[in-house]
């Protein structure tokens, strides 16, 4: 179980929305890193390599690739979790999930975002173990996250980019704002937002993002604000006075983000791949609404898994595939579920069922909406719990 000296209060956190991380720092994240300041800065600076050194962590289970080397179309996971933020002092989920590919060929770069609570099968866990999407990060770092979303959707993702999501206003601030169009007048957390067109600083710039509940599109709304920022934040990312910035921006995320790229994979990056930052496409994985043992899940159809999956492979320039996973094998096994009623019951059945043997029912518990143990339970009342929620009183640097 959880201690509740560092999770009593996340209840409460959560009824206030607090919680809800945005794509748009890890897009700007992804932008710096990837393509500002342009190759030869990087080459004659060795500020620069310093600093891109500082946040370079290596993949534990991943060899590094010559994807990039070979100028190769490549994928990488972007994770925004929680640690730092509003005091957390625990390791965290990741609350923001992105699957970006960049194709250099195509000249295109693909974002498809992945709702935290999408149920998933967790790769790498010591029994099966099937969660929300966004306790991989929590259980087994950024390894664990790449190799749970690979599996989903049957892509090759070998690289990551980790932000930790408490201290990224200055970074907003580094980059000079965002300019926006508001579409409606509301306060938030403190921010108070006019009709039409507004610039906005760090803090303003993630309230602005963050509001959910008070749009009358709800989170369809609150994606429309996101994708505001995120193009402003690209424009000003790669933008000159970006450029002048570059080494004390690079330099401040290094308590921040962690990354398997290295300096020279950036390097390559910014010779080979500049072109592709100017077509960026959106996309995000559909679910429905589910509850298991009173938890709120996300569960995408199996034709949905599959269209995410051949939007990914097709965007590597690789053929597409069938997907056959526990994610869909799941789906079939609950054939009455349709996702139309409000807090329809979603099973999740233990392993040896899923994989053709009848009976047995599980329940997957939770804290606060969180998914923290596995329990499943078979005809003999036994049970079982796969794993525990791993906590690091060292901040987010244990796990990246």
Same mark, same amino acid.
Do not use: C
């Given at each position: 179980?959880?201690?509740?000296?560092?999770?009593?209060?996340?209840?409460?956190?959560?009824?206030?929305?607090?919680?809800?991380?945005?794509?748009?720092?890890?897009?700007?994240?992804?932008?710096?890193?990837?393509?500002?300041?342009?190759?030869?800065?990087?080459?004659?600076?060795?500020?620069?390599?310093?600093?891109?050194?500082?946040?370079?962590?290596?993949?534990?289970?991943?060899?590094?690739?010559?994807?990039?080397?070979?100028?190769?179309?490549?994928?990488?996971?972007?994770?925004?979790?929680?640690?730092?933020?509003?005091?957390?002092?625990?390791?965290?989920?990741?609350?923001?999930?992105?699957?970006?590919?960049?194709?250099?060929?195509?000249?295109?770069?693909?974002?498809?975002?992945?709702?935290?609570?999408?149920?998933?099968?967790?790769?790498?866990?010591?029994?099966?173990?099937?969660?929300?999407?966004?306790?991989?990060?929590?259980?087994?770092?950024? @390894?664990?996250?790449?190799?749970?979303?690979?599996?989903?959707?049957?892509?090759?993702?070998?690289?990551?980019?980790?932000?930790?999501?408490?201290?990224?206003?200055?970074?907003?601030?580094?980059?000079?704002?965002?300019?926006?169009?508001?579409?409606?007048?509301?306060?938030?957390?403190?921010?108070?937002? &006019?009709?039409?067109?507004?610039?906005?600083?760090?803090?303003?710039?993630?309230?602005?993002?963050?509001?959910?509940?008070?749009?009358?599109?709800? @989170?369809?709304?609150?994606?429309?604000?996101?994708?505001?920022?995120?193009?402003?934040?690209?424009?000003?990312?790669?933008?000159?006075?970006?450029?002048?910035?570059?080494?004390?921006?690079?330099?401040?995320?290094? @308590?921040?983000?962690?990354?398997?790229?290295?300096?020279?994979?950036?390097?390559?990056?910014?010779?080979?791949?500049?072109?592709?930052?100017?077509?960026?496409?959106?996309?995000?994985? &559909?679910?429905?609404?589910?509850?298991?043992?009173?938890?709120?899940?996300?569960?995408?159809?199996?034709?949905?898994?599959?269209?995410?999956?051949?939007?990914?492979?097709?965007?590597?320039?690789?053929?597409?595939?069938?997907?056959?996973?526990?994610?869909?094998?799941?789906?079939?096994?609950?054939? !009455?579920?349709?996702?139309?009623?409000?807090?329809?019951?979603?099973?999740?059945?233990?392993?040896?069922?899923?994989?053709?043997?009848?009976?047995?029912?599980?329940?997957?518990?939770?804290?606060?909406? !969180?998914?923290?143990?596995?329990?499943?339970?078979?005809?003999?009342?036994?049970?079982?719990?796969?794993?525990?929620?791993?906590?690091?009183?060292?901040?987010?640097?244990?796990? !990246?």
């Amino acid at each position: 179980m959880q201690n509740s000296k560092f999770f009593g209060s996340r209840e409460a956190n959560y009824k206030k929305v607090k919680k809800h991380r945005t794509m748009k720092v890890l897009i700007l994240i992804l932008t710096l890193v990837l393509f500002g300041g342009g190759a030869y800065a990087l080459r004659i600076s060795n500020q620069v390599k310093s600093a891109a050194n500082k946040i370079y962590k290596p993949s534990a289970t991943k060899k590094a690739a010559k994807t990039i080397k070979n100028s190769k179309p490549f994928a990488i996971l972007l994770l925004g979790v929680d640690t730092g933020a509003e005091g957390r002092v625990d390791k965290g989920n990741s609350d923001t999930m992105i699957v970006a590919t960049v194709n250099p060929d195509k000249e295109e770069v693909k974002l498809v975002s992945i709702p935290r609570d999408t149920l998933a099968q967790l790769q790498g866990a010591k029994q099966f173990d099937m969660q929300k999407i966004n306790a991989a990060y929590n259980v087994g770092g950024s @390894d664990m996250a790449m190799s749970t979303v690979e599996k989903m959707f049957a892509v090759p993702i070998n690289y990551y980019v980790t932000v930790n999501m408490g201290g990224l206003s200055r970074i907003v601030d580094a980059v000079g704002g965002v300019d926006v169009d508001v579409p409606f007048n509301f306060e938030w957390n403190g921010s108070e937002f &006019t009709k039409g067109k507004m610039h906005l600083k760090g803090k303003a710039a993630l309230d602005y993002s963050r509001m959910r509940y008070d749009d009358p599109e709800g @989170d369809y709304g609150r994606q429309k604000r996101q994708k505001q920022v995120i193009t402003s934040m690209i424009n000003s990312a790669v933008s000159l006075k970006s450029l002048t910035n570059f080494e004390s921006i690079l330099d401040s995320l290094s @308590d921040s983000v962690a990354t398997n790229l290295s300096f020279d994979d950036m390097v390559a990056i910014q010779a080979n791949y500049r072109k592709a930052a100017k077509s960026i496409k959106s996309d995000v994985l &559909t679910g429905r609404n589910a509850d298991i043992d009173g938890a709120s899940y996300q569960i995408p159809t199996n034709e949905e898994i599959q269209r995410v999956s051949d939007v990914l492979r097709t965007s590597l320039g690789l053929e597409k595939t069938t997907i056959n996973n526990a994610e869909t094998k799941q789906n079939d096994l609950n054939t !009455y579920f349709t996702g139309e009623e409000n807090h329809q019951e979603f099973t999740v059945y233990p392993e040896r069922v899923m994989n053709g043997e009848k009976s047995a029912t599980t329940t997957t518990q939770s804290n606060y909406g !969180y998914s923290n143990s596995a329990t499943y339970s078979d005809n003999t009342g036994n049970t079982t719990n796969t794993w525990q929620t791993q906590q690091s009183t060292n901040q987010w640097h244990a796990g !990246y």
